[in-house]
């Protein structure tokens, strides 16, 4: 086990309802970042925070947000959902230092279907 | 365009023999590249990073190798067991730009079965 938890693990929403997914970081981990993964795809990276502020994002719009508290812990939220957003969703921690960011690691994820 | 490609057939071996996965990648240039195991509904486990600069690295039954001109990387399991048997992916990570952010990229993976 990674250390990195998310919630729920299980999540069905319609189209156009808004979601917030949960992730509580590795201790001492200063850096989390947000995958979708489609079935048969690889993670792909919406976004990624360090210290509270969003540090890079991928191809995703606007309606994906992010927010990454004091203590490290993060949600994903997604407004406006479309049939096209049911993935698994990953949340990743790692420590960055001299800009670097060391090894990821992965929580379980949350699966999340909209109908 | 960029691009990351794994094959997406599946790998089928033999209890014992070793296992040679390959990821190719197109205009990129990246600083380096990481080699993850996924087992079926759980989060990608970090298995063995290697930079740009470095040709090959090794952890206990692991190997990866990386030729930065053909624009390839090969992982190998040594002696596989049919407890290998998951999904690899590769990631590129590009050198940090100045704000300190990046993007990481992923293939789609390779299935490998172990058969005992």
């Known amino acids: 086990e990674t250390g990195v938890t998310q919630s729920p693990t299980h999540l069905i929403k319609t189209r156009g309802q808004q979601v917030t997914l949960r992730c509580s970081s590795q201790?001492?981990?200063?850096?989390v970042s947000w995958y979708q993964q489609a079935l048969g795809q690889g993670p792909q990276f919406i976004f990624q925070?360090?210290?509270?502020?969003?540090?890079g994002r991928g191809n995703f719009p606007p309606r994906f947000s992010g927010l990454q508290f004091p203590n490290y812990s993060s949600e994903l939220n997604v407004n406006a959902l479309e049939l096209d957003d049911s993935a698994l969703y990953l949340c990743a921690s790692a420590t960055t230092s001299g800009g670097q960011n060391n090894e990821q690691f992965f929580g379980p994820g949350t699966r999340l279907t909209v109908l | 365009s960029q691009k990351i490609e794994q094959n997406s057939e599946a790998l089928n071996i033999q209890e014992g023999k070793t296992a040679t996965l390959t990821c190719n990648y197109t205009n990129y240039s990246p600083a380096y590249l990481q080699w993850y195991r996924q087992d079926p509904g759980r989060g990608p486990v970090f298995l063995l990073l290697?930079?740009?600069?470095?040709k090959e690295k090794r952890k206990e039954r692991l190997k990866v190798t990386f030729d930065t001109t053909l624009k390839q990387s090969l992982f190998h399991i040594t002696a596989s067991q049919p407890a290998d048997s998951a999904t690899y992916l590769c990631?590129?990570?590009?050198?940090?730009?100045?704000?300190?952010?990046?993007?990481?990229?992923f293939g789609r993976g390779t299935s490998l079965i172990v058969h005992p």
């Open positions: 990631a590129l990570r590009l050198a940090a730009s100045s704000g300190g952010s990046y993007i990481p990229t």
């Open positions: 201790s001492g981990h200063n850096t």
């Open positions: 290697i930079r740009e600069n470095e």
């Open positions: 925070y360090y210290r509270e502020e969003e540090n």
